[in-house]
């Protein structure tokens, strides 16, 4: 297919706002479906695994492929929840462009916030479909205003809703200036133009001013033929919005309702116009992976291969599924490949391209397309894959650490190297998982970002791989710090094998701001030093961070600085400097006051009014500290900062104080000392 008529596309938004909904409408309108699976059955074709079935929530982020209009769209569909937002960042990664979905009771809620930050940094195009048109309380103005001030957004409504609630029947298109009514006898897929209906035109007349106002400032063309009171070509209009999109000033408005099937063709017809094709989005930035300089990659079928794996999903017949975002270049069956993130050659067995579960065999995959390829045995997500001669790499993917684990433990010995091998699958398909052996208790420790997404995963372990195994109490993963600087020397001096080993480190530590990381500086002369003893070095302090200080936790927000080297270039080995290295370093932070931190995670809680009393005094006496309130027609919001060690089980507590009425959201937000 034409680079031109490809669109790669996320559906984002909070949890619940009908995202996954609102994809089954658009697989069955584009024909990938010949009936309407719904989320509330446990139908829904995204949501394919059995856990978000039986929970209606999407966990991963399913790629699959439809055709509109003779475009080919790429869905990539992104949990809501924020305990999968390593799923979210993958995605945003690949995507050309999005379409944030929200909800017309619920608007733009906290979830949105930290989805449409994510999809910031990563300058990702977007549209937006306010859905839920047909609930209780739905108000399609109080959306577009809180997009402007939460989101800091110049929306641009291109539909209004008639009518809301049970009375939404319809909606009204600005650029064409006509009412537009979906048909209830085939399920929204026969739609009726008319008039505007006159108890409408004022309104209609108002906000096509409001979106000739907004197009005006990309086409010079629009606004002398408003001036002059001329008529302005639609197709103008929708080039002029597209110009909007990609540079991000303005964000196209659609409404609707998925559920009773109003206005997801429109959106379908927005996604093709206004989101933008790979050969319309900027250049990538890529590393020279032999010097490390920046260099723009232009998107390019015959151009050195240059693709990314954004997913890795473990099928049991077929092994590592790799999720494939190609930039240049042609993926080929049977062809081998570089791993540049690894250095490693791979074979290219299958290639495959998704239709949500069901795959479609392929030749080839273009530069430009997303697909799956079976066969690689190294590869983890993150990697690029590319040309040995040329060897660049993407940007690296950063995924936040664990911060909640449990222990785990089959139930016979006979299920151990099974409960292994189920473990190591779950890590290489998120990279926000991970399982150690703890080596006092001799028990398997797992960790990931909450309790939902551990919840999720011991479901899987137990249920779809069928590992009858115990589960321990959620425990909070800590990190160790610093309060104060020091600086300690360490000469290591051994014989080992007959030969003599000595090396000499000087390290320098001091604390850094919260959320700031680990940092390694080498401010010694190195000049006259082989390389391989530098980075033996780096290794033993690396290793020191992981393994902490005084309580064995892995260390954070400490800078390490190597202030002085003695090296003699007869006894001198890696060894002796890998281990002088990480004994200067333990000695230097026993030095500087060590101290536990424990993770503070970013608490939201929305309530109906009447219990906002109970809510704020139940945080409080765990430990949080409320930082605002903000009311709302469907109840107050509460955002606080609280220990994560304190809000296990506030779920239960929430739903008794709440008579069941009150739900929360919880990310992690930083480390601090712990009380």
Request: net charge negative.
């Amino acid at each position: 297919m034409d680079d031109n008529r490809i669109r790669n596309i996320g559906i984002m938004a909070h949890i619940d706002a009908g995202k996954t909904t609102t994809t089954e409408r658009i697989l069955y309108y584009t024909g990938e479906n010949h009936r309407i699976g719904e989320v509330d059955n446990g139908e829904a074709t995204m949501d394919w695994m059995q856990q978000e079935q039986d929970r209606g929530i999407t966990i991963t982020s399913a790629a699959t492929t439809c055709y509109w209009r003779d475009h080919q769209i790429n869905i990539i569909d992104t949990p809501g929840h924020v305990d999968f937002t390593a799923e979210v960042e993958r995605s945003l990664r690949v995507l050309d462009g999005a379409v944030g979905v929200f909800c017309a009771v619920g608007g733009v809620e906290p979830q949105t916030e930290t989805v449409w930050r994510q999809a910031d940094r990563y300058s990702v195009p977007r549209i937006a479909f306010v859905n839920k048109m047909d609930r209780l309380g739905a108000d399609f103005y109080a959306v577009i205003e809180e997009m402007r001030k939460k989101l800091n957004e110049n929306p641009v409504p291109l539909f209004l809703p008639v009518g809301s609630e049970n009375s939404f029947s319809g909606v009204i298109d600005l650029i064409h200036m006509e009412y537009l009514e979906f048909s209830a006898d085939d399920e929204g897929k026969t739609i009726t133009r008319s008039a505007i209906p006159a108890s409408e035109q004022a309104r209609a007349d108002e906000w096509r001013e409001k979106l000739i106002d907004g197009v005006s400032a990309y086409s010079d063309e629009i606004m002398e033929l408003f001036f002059e009171g001329s008529d302005i070509p639609e197709d103008m209009i929708i080039s002029a919005l597209k110009k909007g999109v990609l540079d991000r000033g303005l964000l196209p408005v659609f409404v609707g309702s998925s559920l009773k099937n109003i206005g997801v063709q429109t959106l379908l017809d927005g996604i093709v116009d206004l989101l933008p094709s790979p050969l319309e989005v900027a250049d990538k930035e890529i590393i020279n992976a032999k010097t490390g300089k920046t260099e723009l990659l232009r998107h390019s079928q015959s151009g050195p291969l240059e693709a990314l794996i954004f997913k890795i999903q473990v099928d049991p017949h077929s092994g590592p599924m790799c999720f494939v975002r190609v930039y240049s270049g042609t993926l080929k069956k049977g062809l081998g490949v570089y791993n540049v993130s690894k250095g490693k050659k791979e074979r290219i067995n299958r290639l495959l391209r998704m239709h949500a579960d069901r795959p479609e065999e392929l030749s080839e995959l273009k530069a430009g397309d997303i697909g799956v390829i079976i066969g690689f045995r190294l590869t983890q997500t993150g990697d690029t894959i590319g040309d040995e001669k040329h060897p660049y790499l993407l940007e690296k993917m950063t995924f936040p650490n664990p911060v909640i684990s449990i222990a785990i433990e089959p139930r016979s010995t006979s299920e151990m190297d099974k409960l292994r091998k189920a473990l190591e699958m779950l890590a290489i398909e998120d990279p926000t998982f991970s399982y150690k052996d703890d080596q006092e208790t001799g028990q398997l420790i797992i960790s990931g970002m909450g309790e939902l997404h551990l919840d999720v995963l011991v479901t899987r372990i137990t249920k779809e791989m069928k590992i009858d195994a115990r589960v321990g109490n959620p425990q909070v993963s800590y990190r160790e710090c610093i309060r104060n600087e020091a600086e300690a020397t360490e000469v290591f001096e051994r014989t080992i094998a007959g030969k003599e080993n000595t090396a000499s480190v000087t390290v320098r530590v001091k604390p850094l701001p919260p959320k700031s990381g680990n940092k390694l500086t080498i401010s010694a002369k190195t000049r006259d030093i082989p390389e391989e003893m530098v980075e033996a070095i780096r290794s033993g302090i690396e290793g020191a961070f992981t393994s902490g200080i005084k309580f064995g936790y892995e260390c954070t927000d400490i800078e390490a600085d190597v202030t002085a080297i003695g090296y003699d270039e007869n006894t001198a080995s890696t060894l002796a400097f890998t281990s002088a290295a990480a004994m200067a370093f333990d000695k230097a932070a026993s030095e500087a006051d060590p101290m536990l931190m424990e993770p503070v995670m970013k608490v939201q809680v929305s309530v109906p009014s009447e219990y906002i009393g109970d809510v704020m005094s139940s945080l409080t006496q765990r430990g949080g500290i409320v930082i605002s309130m903000e009311s709302r027609p469907g109840g107050d919001i509460v955002s606080a900062e609280a220990p994560l060690a304190k809000m296990f089980g506030y779920t239960t507590d929430l739903r008794s104080a709440t008579q069941g009425r009150g739900s929360f959201s919880m990310e992690f937000s930083h480390y601090s000392e712990k009380q």
